[in-house]
């Protein structure tokens, strides 16, 4: 047996869903008492939530435990109670507890049963659940507590497309929405604790609907309406799912900000098949070309994977010239590692090999480097709102986003929460510096 957590430490892996989910997981368990710390080797009850779209993401969760583990001997206290959360845990479930001894494993739709699963431990029993139930977990969630100036908010989980590479309908399970009425009141409440801005999220966040119909854009419009939000974004997104209501909501929605991710993940139509991605690259750059003409500002994010079972040299420069084509303000880029239980996984013939994988990221990256600073330097001059986020590293410098989603650097009197007026000085490879406008008085 263990004496009962008092104190706790959330380590998030992954996307900003998981991000969100340890956010709930850390609400969770200050709803019951215990005190949050920073420091893992101090808390009494560690969670790790993990992702396992990032490669050997197994390999890490132990790893993790086992530096846990060896910190405290080091430290000459007792070892932490040790949760295993999210998409690993789903994956892995009780074999965890065999190999690792942890107390905890607990699925991504199933961590609002966490204080009940902690008692267990406590008392002497290991905890698993990764039940995938068909309701949804968010209406066991505590109320939304004090929030950064930036919150994020989960409308939508879970995949039905079924990526060959992609071992999230296994982990996550079907497409489910959460009600209307639910999210609306979540972002209202995130309001109330300090968010100015919201971005939604979900594994393919504009397949979210209701019954009435409303899409996405339905729900962006309803929250443009809550005073004290200033702005609103979203992702992760899917291409079959931008309807024509989504991409008009960019011109008609001035809080919506002027950032799409939309990941294509290939730039070859032969790879895209294999993938089953259920779009073309003409497909996808017709969709951006009507982005485009909505918002004509708008800054544009993708995904990319190289080295795709079967994939030539002539389909990665397929790839290469997709990216020059668009021009990417930002981009998330890797290397195709399998995942056990996909298709693709299975896909033995024309195995790309390691070294071929690497070159052919390094060239990529430099293709989707290039294009990030070019679009930093280039607004370069403009003013635009910037939301204060957190302390810069020297005294008085601040950081913030401005619209585009790109950090800024300024020397600033404004508190964190603040929107300021900022000219844009000079833009760098992954950041801008700016100074404040005084704005005139009314």
Not at 84 to 95: I, L, N, P, Y
Not at 240 to 254: P, Q, S, T
Not at 423 to 442: D, F, I, K, P
Request: glycine fraction near 8%; aromatic fraction near 6%; charged fraction near 25%.
């Amino acid at each position: 047996m263990k004496p009962t957590p008092k104190t706790f430490h959330v380590k998030s892996f992954g996307c900003q869903m998981n991000v969100y989910d340890g956010e709930r997981m850390g609400e969770l368990m200050a709803a019951q008492g215990m005190t949050a710390t920073d420091d893992a080797n101090a808390a009494d009850l560690v969670v790790l939530n993990t992702c396992h779209i990032r490669e050997r993401a197994t390999e890490k969760v132990y790893s993790d435990i086992g530096r846990l583990r060896k910190g405290a001997r080091e430290a000459h206290r007792p070892a932490p109670m040790i949760a295993v959360a999210g998409c690993v845990a789903q994956a892995e479930g009780a074999e965890i507890v065999a190999r690792a001894k942890v107390e905890i494993v607990v699925g991504p739709q199933a961590y609002h049963n966490l204080p009940e699963l902690v008692a267990q431990a406590a008392a002497g029993a290991a905890a698993v659940d990764t039940d995938m139930p068909a309701s949804t977990k968010f209406g066991a969630l505590p109320a939304r507590r004090k929030v950064s100036p930036s919150a994020f908010l989960t409308v939508q989980e879970g995949c039905d497309k079924f990526c060959t590479y992609c071992v999230v309908p296994y982990t996550r399970g079907a497409e489910i929405s959460r009600p209307f009425d639910a999210i609306v009141d979540e972002a209202k409440a995130l309001v109330d604790a300090g968010a100015r801005e919201i971005t939604l999220l979900g594994q393919n966040v504009n397949a979210w609907d209701d019954e009435a119909g409303r899409g996405l854009h339905g729900l962006i419009h309803a929250l443009d309406r809550i005073a004290g939000l200033r702005r609103i974004r979203y992702t992760t997104s899917h291409p079959n799912d931008m309807r024509d209501g989504l991409i008009r909501a960019h011109a008609e929605v001035e809080k919506l900000m002027p950032f799409l991710h939309l990941p294509v993940q290939a730039g070859s139509d032969r790879v895209l098949k294999a993938m089953n991605r259920s779009h073309t690259r003409d497909s996808y750059l017709r969709i951006l070309d009507r982005v485009r003409a909505a918002r004509p500002d708008i800054a544009l994010s993708g995904d990319f994977i190289v080295g795709f079972p079967g994939e030539t040299d002539a389909e990665f420069e397929e790839t290469l010239s997709l990216v020059d084509a668009v021009g990417y303000a930002q981009c998330f880029s890797f290397k195709y590692s399998p995942r056990p239980g996909t298709p693709a996984a299975e896909m033995v013939d024309g195995f790309v090999s390691a070294q071929v994988m690497d070159e052919r990221l390094q060239r990529l990256q430099a293709h989707l480097n290039r294009d990030q600073e070019a679009f930093n330097r280039a607004t370069v001059g403009k003013t635009c709102d910037v939301l204060i986020e957190r302390r810069g590293k020297f005294p008085g410098q601040m950081l913030g986003k401005s619209p585009w989603l790109q950090s800024v650097y300024l020397e600033t009197n404004a508190a964190i929460g603040d929107m300021i007026e900022v000219e844009l000085l000079a833009g760098y490879a992954n950041s801008l510096t700016g100074v404040e406008r005084v704005r005139a008085a009314a």
